[in-house]
Nanobody, 126 residues
Framework: QVQLVESGGGLVQAGGSLRLSCAAS???????????VAWFRQAPGKERVFVAA????????IEADSVKGRFTISRDNAKNTMYLQMNSLKPEDTAVYYC????????????????WGQGTQVTVSS
């Protein structure tokens, strides 16, 4: 089992940058490197959508087309932390950002992720 806590959200102007963090607390006997992790986001009144995912080792990543080239997902297994570096932010990036973890392989499908953080708000002004 793993518990996830996001941080780093805030208010930023369009074109600016933010770095989100997701700190993982893994149950005794488990390791953070056993989990693939991902970022999802949800704007008010809209469904939660995939943003990016990263493999157990951190060597492989998947990004949604809407953020590719602007956002970079990474992880530091030694620190039990996953990151989302967001550059060239746009107003349409405004949402609550959630981190999630799975013992399965990384995927865009939300149903495979059994562990979720509480979310952190990102607001991008025009």
């Amino acid at each position: 089992q793993v518990q996830l806590v996001e941080s780093g959200g805030g208010l930023v102007q369009a074109g600016g940058s933010l770095r989100l963090s997701c700190a993982a607390s893994v149950a005794s006997g488990g390791t953070f490197s056993s989990y693939a992790v991902a970022w999802f986001r949800q704007a008010p009144g809209k469904e939660r959508v995939f943003v990016a995912a990263i493999t157990y080792s951190g060597r492989g990543t998947i990004e949604a087309d809407s953020v590719k080239g602007r956002f970079t997902i990474s992880r530091d297994n030694a620190k039990n932390t996953m990151y989302l570096q967001m550059n060239s932010l746009k107003p349409e990036d405004t949402a609550v950002y959630y981190c999630a973890a799975t013992l399965n392989y990384p995927t865009m499908a939300q149903r495979y992720y059994g562990y979720w953080g509480q979310g952190t708000q990102v607001t991008v002004s025009s």
